[in-house]
């Protein structure tokens, strides 16, 4: 596995992934084919702007898997900070451990700048939440949508 800089994201090859990440969420509404794709179409774009605006540096990685598209990692490398913005693995390649991967190359990197890395894990998101809790991140702040989650490279608590 390798992080592969996207210094000119695709945006088609963008959507295709987070459409193949979300699209399971949306099926379980009945919706149509083509309403499902406009949803997803919406979604995706104001997730998209809302990372711009906040990140404006923030950088696109690819994971690639042997020579294959298997997901994707949004991250903003501050000076003081590393924020994962997002992660997304394709279905068919999630459990293979890339996510872990992905993890444990920003926390080394992290470890290096005796920096914290930073993220938002979305409060239905038990699972996640848990897998980052396992990968040594700590709550540190909570509101009605999203978990702020910090891994301190010294290990000291920076929870409440």
Do not use: C
Not at 28 to 43: A, D, K, P, S, V
Not at 81 to 103: A, C, E, N
Not at 119 to 136: I, Q
């Amino acid at each position: 596995m390798q992080l592969v800089r996207m210094d000119h994201p695709d945006e088609e090859l963008l959507f295709g992934m987070y459409a193949a990440v979300y699209r399971r969420s949306f099926e379980q509404w009945g919706l149509g084919e083509r309403e499902t794709n406009q949803i997803l179409q919406l979604q995706y774009r104001a997730k998209s702007m809302s990372y711009r605006n906040q990140y404006p540096q923030a950088i696109d990685f690819l994971i690639d898997l042997d020579n294959e598209a298997a997901g994707i990692a949004i991250v903003h490398e501050g000076t003081t900070l590393l924020s994962l913005i997002d992660l997304m693995v394709l279905p068919h390649f999630q459990r293979l451990g890339l996510g872990t991967q992905v993890i444990r190359l920003l926390q080394s990197e992290a470890q290096q700048r005796d920096i914290p890395v930073k993220l938002h894990v979305d409060v239905s998101n038990t699972n996640a939440y848990n897998w980052y809790v396992r990968m040594g991140f700590e709550e540190v702040s909570s509101t009605l949508t999203h978990h702020e989650m910090i891994w301190n490279p010294n290990g000291d608590s920076l929870g409440p």
